[in-house]
């Protein structure tokens, strides 16, 4: 798994999901999977099929959680004067009229109302350290695009 970046917010927020996850939710899936195994034969019994994939998909959470954590680079907001992690930029391609603004670090940071822009993806990299009136090149996936850095702002 690539490095996450994450504000410590986001940290705080998924520590407390995996608690949730691995005590209280744990405990209550268990349960349910009890109550349906009372129903009878389990192989026609759809509340028992449910709990077990409600089972699967919180166990698939845990681990993703955990790996994140693991590997996560804890970053504080920077002054907001050049493109990096826990930043929000505002960008403009190829001289458009509209720009569109990202958050960039990690999707688990989930803002509302952005897109997420990866550290590690093309577009990513190319802003990497940019300040605002910057132009920086990216390639796409059928050309090459010129990006002007309009603002930069800490989260």
Known sequence: MDQVHLTPDAQTRL???LADRTGPRRTEISRWIERAREHGDIRENADYDAAKNEQ?????RVRHIEAILRS?????????KVVGPGTIVEIRMDNADETTQYLVGSIEERPEGLD??????PLGRALAGAGPGQVVEYAGPR???????VSVRPV
Do not use: D, M, P
């Not at 997420?116 to 993806?121: A, E, G, M, R």
């Not at 050309?143 to 850095?149: A, K």
């Open 15 to 17: 520590q407390k999901e």
């Open 56 to 60: 699967g998909i919180n166990e698939a």
């Open 72 to 80: 996560a680079i804890i970053v504080e907001s920077s002054g907001g």
């Open 116 to 121: 997420v822009l990866s550290v590690s993806s």
């Open 143 to 149: 050309r090459t695009f010129h990006v002007e850095v």
